[in-house]
C-alpha cells in the first residue's frame, strides 16, 4: 500500500456547511458547558451527538487534530487508501514506541487518529464486536451487568446501520441480519466489490472445515470460524464516527459547539465535593502558543481522548501514581497507581504468497506498478463509489482458538471464555504487510496472524510534564509464552489454509521472506525468527484506565467514573479491563452508546 499515488480530489467530495465549528478557543464567547467532551473521537463524538439530542444541554468538544473534510479528506473516504490516512499522514499522532525486546528491540509506529472521529477516521474499518464471553467477564470484572453481551446487544445495533454492497450484489449470504442494526448511524456492509481469492477462501471452510469452518456472521456473539468481513462502509465510503454522529449534530443544532487544532493540556481541580476533589475545568491551549484558555463543566468532563490520550491527559492534571508524577515535575493531587498501566494490544504479522503473473490481484494498484490502473479505479469510484477502491483487498475474516489439549493452555485460558478467539486469520488478494518492504513487482496473496487474546501488559507514562510532548509508549509486545505460543500456532495453522486444495495451482509459493516456514519441515524456531522480525501493531491500544468494580482497583468505576475524584467520566478504548477477543471499534461505539443512556439517565435529560 505504501506506493499508493496521492491524489487530490477533494472537490465535489466535501463542501458541508458546519454549525459552530471553530478552529482556535478565542473565537469561542461561551466558556461554560453542561459537559466538555475532551476527544472527537470514536467514543467522543457518540457521547456529543446523544447528549445533544437535548437541546436544553450544551456540550463542547474539543479536538486537539484536523478537519475530516479538508486536505487529502479523500483519503479518509476511499476504503482501499486507508493506509494513507494513517502514520505520517495528516491525520496522525506520528507516535512510537519504546525499542520493543520481544522484537529485536524495533522502534514501532504507533498510528492514532488525529482527526475529528478520531481513530475511526484513519482505521482500517473492520468491524467486529468480540464474543459473547469478553463482554459477561467485562460485567463480571466490573460487577455490573450492563456490560454482558446482552444487555449491550441493543446498543451494538443501535450504533450501526446495516446497508447493502455498493456493487449491488445480494449479500444474503453474507450476513445475519437479526444481529444488525437497520436504523444506527454507521453505515455496516460487507465489501464493495468481491475478490478473485472470496472463492477460494470459501471453498477452504468445506475442505478443511474442522479446523476452519464458515460463521454466517462473526458479530453474533460467537465469531469463531472464518465468515464475509463487515466494513464500517456503506455506499463505497468510510463511515467514521464524524460522519455518522458529529456532522449530523453538529450541522443541525445549536447546542452543540466544537474547538479543533485545539489540546486539552490538563484538567483543573475547581475545589471539592463530598469530600474529593473536584474537576470540573478543561485548559486548553495550540501548539506553539503559550496561551492558555479555561472551559467549564457545569455537570462533568468526559474524557475520551482515546488510550494514549486519556491516561497522558490525567497524569498531566496529577492524577495518577505519585512518585512517577513527581519525577517529570507534576504535583499529584490524585493518587490513582493504575493510570496508564495495563495496556493491552494486539500484534500482527503477515505472510504472503506467490500467485501467477496473470491472476487479477490488486497489487497494480496497491504495489503502484500500474498507475493506469489506480487511475481507472479512481475514475471509477469517483463516478459511482464502485470497484475495487470500494473494498479493502480483504473480504473474510477468520476467529480461532488453540485446540483445548494444547500445552499452551496448561496455566489456564486467558480468553474471555469459549467464545473468544485467541487468534485471527484474514486474507487479502495483494501483497499485505505492515512492516516488510514491498516487492517492485509481482502478484501476490497475503494472510494476517493476530493475537487476540493476549497476556502481555504495557504502559503509558509522561516523559515531560509538556502536554505536547509524546508520552512514552511500551505495549510490550509478545512478552509472555502465551502470546509467542499462539502466534507460533496461528502461522502453522494460516499454513495449513493456504495448503489446502482449494489454492492448489493458483498460490505457487511462499514470498521470499517467509520462505523457511513455508517449507514442511519448518521449526518453531524458524517461525519464532520471523515473528520477531516482522511483528507490528494492529493499532487496538486499549485498557490504559481500566474500570474495575473492585475498591482500590482500576482507574474507572462501572459507571466510568474516574475514582477518589468528583466530576469526570471517561468513555473511549481506555476503560475497557481487557481487549476484547476483536478489532475493537464496534464494541467501543457499544460501550460509548450505552454510556451515553447512562449519563442522560443521572441528569434526567
Ligand atoms: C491505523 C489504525 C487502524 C485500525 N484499524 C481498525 C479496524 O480496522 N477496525 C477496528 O475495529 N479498529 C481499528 N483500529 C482501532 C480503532 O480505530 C480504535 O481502537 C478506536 O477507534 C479508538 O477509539 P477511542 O474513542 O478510544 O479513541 P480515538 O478514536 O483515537 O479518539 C481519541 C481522540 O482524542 C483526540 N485527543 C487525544 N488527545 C487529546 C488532547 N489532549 N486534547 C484533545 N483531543 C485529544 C484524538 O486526536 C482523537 O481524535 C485501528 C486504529 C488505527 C490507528
Ligand atoms: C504527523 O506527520 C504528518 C506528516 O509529516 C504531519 O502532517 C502531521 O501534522 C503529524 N502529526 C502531528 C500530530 O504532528
Ligand atoms: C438473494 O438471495 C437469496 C438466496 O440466497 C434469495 O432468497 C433472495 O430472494 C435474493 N434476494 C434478491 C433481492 O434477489
Ligand atoms: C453560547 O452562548 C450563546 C449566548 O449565551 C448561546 O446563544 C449559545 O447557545 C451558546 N452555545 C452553546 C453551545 O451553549
Ligand atoms: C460505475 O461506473 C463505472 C465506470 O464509470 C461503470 O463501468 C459502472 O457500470 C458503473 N456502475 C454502476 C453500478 O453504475
Ligand atoms: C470489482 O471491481 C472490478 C474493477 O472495477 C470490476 O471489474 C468487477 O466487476 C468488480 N466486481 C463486482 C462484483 O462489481
Ligand atoms: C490433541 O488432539 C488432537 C485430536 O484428537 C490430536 O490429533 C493431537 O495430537 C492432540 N495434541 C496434543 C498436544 O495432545
Ligand atoms: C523523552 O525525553 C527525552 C528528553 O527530551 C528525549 O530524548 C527522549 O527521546 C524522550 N523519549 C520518548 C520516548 O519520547
Ligand atoms: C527442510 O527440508 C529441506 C529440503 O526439503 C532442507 O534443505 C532443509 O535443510 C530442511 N530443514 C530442516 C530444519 O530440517
Known sequence: ????????LICALVGSTFGALFTDPSQIKNTTYDFIVVGAGTAGNVIAARLSENPSVSVLVVEAGVSNTGFKAEN?????????????????????????????NQILPYSRGYVLGGSSSTNFITWTRG?????????????????????????????????????????????????????????????????IIDSRVLQTTQQLSAEFPFNLDVNSGNPLGVGWLPSAAGGGIRSSSATAYLMPALNAR????????????????????NGLPQFRNVEVGQLGSSTRVTFQARKEIVLSAGAIGSPQILMLSGIGNGPSLVKVGIKPIVSLPEVGQNLQDHPIVGLQYVVPDDANTIDPITLGTDPNALNVALAQWTANRTGVLSSTGGNHIGFFRVPSNSSLLKNGDPSGGPTSAHFELAWQDEFASVSQTPPASGRYVSN???????????????????????????????????????????????????????WSGFVLGPFVDSAALFADNATDADIITYIRKWTQSIKHPMCTAPANGASGKGVVDANLLVKNLNGVRIVDGSVFPFLPSAHPQAAIYGIAEMTSDKIKKVYGI
Open 131 to 195: 464474543s459473547r464471553d469478553d463482554f459477561d467477564r467485562f460485567a463480571k470484572v466490573v460487577g455490573d451487568t450492563s456490560y454482558t453481551w446482552n444487555n449491550l446487544f441493543p446498543y451494538f445495533k443501535k450504533s450501526e446501520k446495516w446497508v447493502h454492497p455498493v456493487d449491488g450484489r445480494n449479500d444474503t449470504q453474507e450476513y445475519n441480519p437479526t444481529v444488525h442494526g437497520t436504523t444506527g448511524p454507521v453505515l455496516v456492509s460487507t465489501s464493495g466489490n468481491v475478490s
Open 254 to 273: 445549536k447546542n452543540l459547539d466544537v474547538l479543533i487544532h485545539t489540546r486539552a493540556t490538563k484538567l483543573v481541580q475547581t475545589g471539592t465535593a
Open 448 to 502: 494476517i496472524q493476530v493475537l487476540n487474546s493476549p497476556t502481555s501488559r504495557g504502559s503509558v507514562t509522561l516523559n515531560s510534564s509538556d502536554p505536547f510532548a509524546n508520552p512514552i509508549i511500551d505495549p510490550n509486545f509478545l512478552s509472555t509464552d502465551w502470546d509467542l505460543g499462539v502466534m507460533v500456532y496461528a502461522i502453522r495453522s494460516a499454513l495449513r489454509f493456504i495448503k489446502a486444495q482449494a
Open 76 to 104: 479518509l473516504m476511499i476504503p482501499l487508501f486507508a493506509p494513507l490516512a494513517s502514520v505520517n499522514s495528516p491525520f496522525d499522532w506520528n507516535y512510537t514506541t519504546v525499542p520493543q525486546k520481544a522484537l529485536n
Open 1 to 8: 500500500m505504501t506506493r499508493l499515488l496521492h491524489t487530490t
